[in-house]
């Protein structure tokens, strides 16, 4: 089954994923390496890691961006280990979407460029939202300026806003609020649960606490 014709219905399994660089004596405490795990789509999915116990691994090996994992990724039914490139893009634009730890912002590039670049890709939020997405966070005024300039929490909320821009069954967020204050937090949170719930979307959401704003159905310990 292609991962072009995946429309109504889409699940993620994790078939006993480990990471091949870990000690293997690092698995049995956790909820998800090494076990069968099915995220479907619509869930709220919370996953709670210490720093250095693969959380960002684990978001990379979903992503397609790293393979050094044992085990198998399923998406409807098809192991991501047969994916072709053309499955990988097309799964990364319509499927997915992503707001990476690090955010991989453009640093000379404005704001709305930066978020233009994802919206233009695959086009399916409009310009107006982009605004009011923008205005909602509080990151009117830097629309305009260099990333570069910007503190890491106005960088932290364009990655949102940007991450919001493409379709996606699922969005995978590392860390994505670690700079903001509370009152910014809540209201990022609240953004992407209002997108999710639109999109009838998961939310995979991996951080070094519980988030207790985020009505997550379920919380893996890694």
């Known amino acids: 089954m292609a991962v072009c014709n995946i429309l ?23 909820d998800i390496w090494g076990k069968k795990v099915v995220i479907e789509k619509g869930e709220r999915l ?7 116990s ?3 691994s684990l978001i990379n090996f979903m992503y397609g ?10 998406i409807n039914q098809k192991n991501t280990r047969q994916f072709t490139a053309e499955d990988w893009a097309t799964y990364r634009s319509a499927h997915i979407s992503i707001m ?7 640093p000379l590039q404005t704001g709305r460029e930066n978020i233009e670049i994802k919206r233009k890709l695959n086009p399916f939020k ?16 830097k629309l305009n300026q260099q990333v570069q300039i910007c503190s890491y929490g106005e960088k932290q909320r ?9 379709p996606f069954n699922f969005i995978l967020l590392d860390e994505p609020f670690s700079h903001l204050d509370d ?6 949170m609240q953004l992407i649960e209002e997108e999710a719930t639109q999109r009838n979307a998961a939310i995979i959401l991996a951080d070094l606490k519980p988030i207790e704003f985020f009505n997550a159905q379920r919380t893996l310990y890694m």
């Open 8 to 30: 109504l219905y889409m699940q993620i399994i994790l078939n006993e994923v480990a990471p091949v660089f870990m000690d293997q004596s690092a698995f049995s405490q956790s």
């Open 100 to 106: 990476f730890q690090d955010l991989r912002l453009f």
């Open 126 to 141: 409009s310009p107006e939202a982009l605004e009011l997405m923008s205005n909602g966070l509080g990151i009117q005024n």
């Open 158 to 166: 364009i990655a949102v806003v940007r991450a919001l821009q493409q």
């Open 46 to 52: 919370q996953i709670v890691a210490a720093s250095g």
């Open 183 to 188: 009152n910014n937090r809540k209201k990022a």
């Open 65 to 74: 961006l790293r393979k050094d994992f044992k085990g198998d990724i399923i």
């Open 54 to 56: 693969g959380k960002t």
